[in-house]
């Protein structure tokens, strides 16, 4: 399978996760902030993607997210959870 690429800061980033509102879309999303595939890496936005994809049952993205928590300070994953509170609450 082909994974599209899209800029960071590109229009296609944020509406990637509204077309594909899947846990693999979501899972997807996850990948590319965590990896920074075409710009710097956001563990914050990766660590809300994967917590999204886990929430509609992608097992791989619980293991990902707990990996990034590791990464990150209490502070940053309570944004990472905020944030997908947020995305969940328009979505």
């Not at 990766?46 to 509609?56: E, G, P, S, Y």
């Amino acid at each position: 399978m082909m994974m599209a690429r899209f800029e960071m800061g590109s229009p296609e980033m944020g509406g990637m996760a509204e077309m594909q509102p899947n846990a693999e879309g979501l899972f997807n999303l996850g990948i590319v902030y965590a990896t920074g595939l075409d710009g710097e890496a956001d563990l914050v936005a990766a660590h809300k993607w994967f917590n999204l994809a886990a929430l509609r049952g992608n097992p791989e993205a619980a293991y990902h997210r707990q990996q990034i928590a590791e990464e990150l300070s209490d502070v940053e994953i309570a944004m990472a959870q905020r944030d997908a509170r947020e995305w969940l609450g328009t979505h």
